[in-house]
């Protein structure tokens, strides 16, 4: 039609717009006229933050399943990071070969952003469950969010916290630039592999955000 000015569509009349627009003309004239009675809907509140992979054969090998918790635990990080979240609860998903699902969470004494401290909870939380498996799924969330600082109240991890926010700061421009593959920790190279072989985990095929 060629007109971008409301006082445009407003000459035309929703009839004229009804007939070259279909029903969206009538629409497009009230909005032309400052009339939206939609009103506008909130975004969904955000209560956690989580990652989770189906693994391509089913496994029960502990270093293989910790170095997916790391990997897990640096994306969910990167994430809270990214969305200015801290969360206290870390919670662990396990799926069965017989596809019986598990969950175990524990709370931790500070707020967290920092992939190590996630990690940190969700190893230790596997190796409390005790299971041997073998399992074909595992996943890593974080909940009981806030602002970071909130709900802190040990001063003396004020340095640790320091470091963990200055390293995952530099992990995400790492990431941002070079690619996920471009972090990769130690426990996530399998001990075969050469140093310079940093590609993902035997066993990894689909991951799922939520």
């Known amino acids: ?7 445009e569509f ?3 009349g929703p ?7 279909g029903v969206f ?3 497009l004239w009230d ?9 506008v809907t909130p975004g969904r509140e955000v209560k956690s933050v ?8 089913d496994t029960g090998d502990r270093q293989v399943l910790a170095a997916h918790l790391l990997g897990l635990s640096q994306k969910v990080a990167r994430r809270l990071r990214g969305q200015g979240f801290c969360g206290r609860t870390v919670t662990l998903k396990l799926k069965h070969r017989d596809h019986r699902l598990v969950t175990r969470s524990t709370t931790l004494a500070q707020p967290t952003d920092a992939a190590s401290e996630i990690f940190a909870a969700a190893r230790e939380l596997m190796e409390a469950y005790g299971a041997p498996g073998p399992f074909r799924l595992i996943g890593v969330g974080v909940s009981h969010l806030g602002a970071p600082g909130q709900g802190q109240t040990e001063l003396f991890g004020s340095e640790k916290t320091g470091r963990n926010q200055a390293l995952g700061r530099a992990e995400d421009a790492i990431v941002a630039r ?3 593959k471009a972090i990769t920790r130690a426990a996530q190279i399998p001990a075969s592999q050469a140093p310079l072989d940093q590609g993902p985990p035997k066993g990894h095929n689909k991951e799922k955000p939520e």
């Open 50 to 57: 989580s990652n989770e992979i189906t693994l391509e054969a």
């Open 25 to 27: 003309g009538h629409r």
């Open 31 to 39: 909005l032309a006229w400052g009339r939206d009675e939609s009103g």
């Open 15 to 21: 009839e004229r717009l009804e007939r070259v627009m």
């Open 178 to 180: 070079f690619g996920e």
């Open 10 to 12: 407003r000459k035309l």
């Open 1 to 7: 039609m060629g007109r971008t000015r409301l006082v």
